[in-house]
Nanobody, 126 residues
Framework: QVQVAEFGGGLVQTGESLNLSCIAS????????MGWFRQAPGKEREGVAC????????YYTGGVKGRFTISRDNAENTLYLQMKSLKTEDTAMYYC???????????????????WGQGTEVTVSS
């Protein structure tokens, strides 16, 4: 079992950048696929990006491709999400999640992830 906790949310203006991080408590971090999800008020949870256990494979939802970058540091048990050119529609609670690795890739499907953080809030104002 692994516990994860998100950091780095805040209030920014449109077009600005923000970096999120997620720290995992347990060893064996590199046994897990990691992902970022978000949920805006009144909307369903949405997958943002995922990364394979090694970091060699990443996948992004279409709305963030080219603006967001997911990465991980297995030595530091840390997952990152660099967000650039933020838009008001990026406003949401952002969650870090961990799921068992099942190969060299990842799948941005929330059911694949077993462990979730409490979330960190990102607000983008115009």
């Amino acid at each position: 079992q692994v516990q994860v906790a998100e950091f780095g949310g805040g209030l920014v203006q449109t077009g600005e950048s923000l970096n999120l991080s997620c720290i995992a408590s347990a060893s064996g971090f590199d046994d897990y696929v990691m992902g970022w999800f978000r949920q805006a008020p009144g909307k369903e949870r949405e997958g943002v990006a995922c990364i394979s256990w090694s970091g060699s494979y990443t996948y992004y939802t279409g709305g963030v491709k080219g603006r967001f970058t997911i990465s991980r540091d297995n030595a530091e048990n840390t997952l990152y999400l660099q967000m650039k050119s933020l838009k008001t529609e990026d406003t949401a609670m952002y969650y870090c999640a961990a799921g068992p690795s099942n190969g060299a890739e990842c799948e941005l499907e929330w059911r694949r992830f077993e462990y979730w953080g409490q979330g960190t809030e990102v607000t983008v104002s115009s």
